[in-house]
């Protein structure tokens, strides 16, 4: 019975995750999502007890999904723990995500009320977190230690940030393909920002791990381990 919960709560994610993304949260309704599922609309509240429960064990999932693809990447890539790879991989998953992308920009258009209110002290815990990673790689010697940390951290927010919504503004048109944007932000990155190039990459590596294992949910919490 707990597994067939899980692989039920799994599926009305799953079918949230693709009508949110599509319509926007204010436009997707309990019976949408349970009509995509497969399920009545009251098992949909056996699991959840209401929409708006649905939406944040959904980003919570995803929060989760992102750090692991960003951790596996960083992981398996040899030169993975210096800054302009470590940042390169996290910026491909994110990118990949049109619900994390929503989160991160703030987007009310998709993620409804549950972004509308949200005010600069909703970013804080997420700065605080960046700032102490980047000591942590400045005491490796991976980013350079003239630069002030919490300087660092908001340009690669502002980095990010504008990456992931730079095509509602220019249109995706005018938008090169990802892969080089990507290549050009790492070589920004590793020209500008890091260290010793002899530094090892083993402890950025582990840095990012240290760091990664309790990501931050949407309100900038620690977050719990997700259901489905």
């Known amino acids: 019975m707990v597994r067939a919960g899980i692989e039920r709560a799994g599926r009305i994610l799953d079918a949230a995750a693709g009508l949110i993304a599509r319509?926007?949260?204010?436009?997707?309704s309990v019976s949408d999502i349970a009509r995509?599922?497969?399920i009545a609309k009251g098992a949909v509240y056996q699991e959840f007890a209401s929409k708006e429960a649905v939406l944040e064990a959904l980003l919570l999932?995803?929060?989760?999904?992102?750090?692991?693809?960003?951790?596996?990447a960083v992981t398996a890539d040899?030169?993975?723990g210096r800054l302009s790879a470590i940042y390169r991989h996290a910026l491909e998953a994110?990118?990949?995500?049109?619900?994390?992308r929503a989160l991160y920009t703030a987007d009310s258009q998709t993620l409804g009320d549950l972004v509308r209110g949200y005010g600069p002290e909703r970013y804080a815990p997420r700065q605080r977190w960046a700032v102490a990673f980047v000591v942590r790689?400045?005491?490796?010697?991976?980013?350079?230690?003239?630069?002030?940390?919490?300087?660092?951290?908001h340009v690669l927010a502002i980095i990010s940030t504008g990456l992931i919504s730079i095509e509602s503004t220019v249109g995706s048109e005018a938008a090169p393909p990802l892969e080089s944007t990507l290549d050009a932000v790492a070589a920004l990155l590793a020209g500008g920002f890091e260290g010793d190039a002899d530094a090892d990459?083993?402890?950025?590596?582990?840095?990012?791990?240290?760091?990664?294992?309790?990501?931050?949910s949407g309100d900038g919490t620690q977050s719990p381990e997700p259901t489905g």
């Open 78 to 80: 040899p030169q993975g």
């Open 23 to 28: 319509y926007g949260y204010d436009k997707t």
């Open 137 to 153: 790689m400045q005491e490796a010697g991976l980013i350079r230690t003239d630069l002030d940390a919490q300087s660092v951290a």
């Open 61 to 72: 999932r995803q929060t989760h999904r992102l750090a692991r693809t960003t951790t596996e």
């Open 36 to 38: 995509t599922a497969g």
């Open 94 to 100: 994110l990118a990949a995500d049109p619900l994390m």
């Open 201 to 216: 990459p083993t402890e950025g590596r582990r840095a990012f791990t240290d760091f990664i294992a309790t990501p931050l």
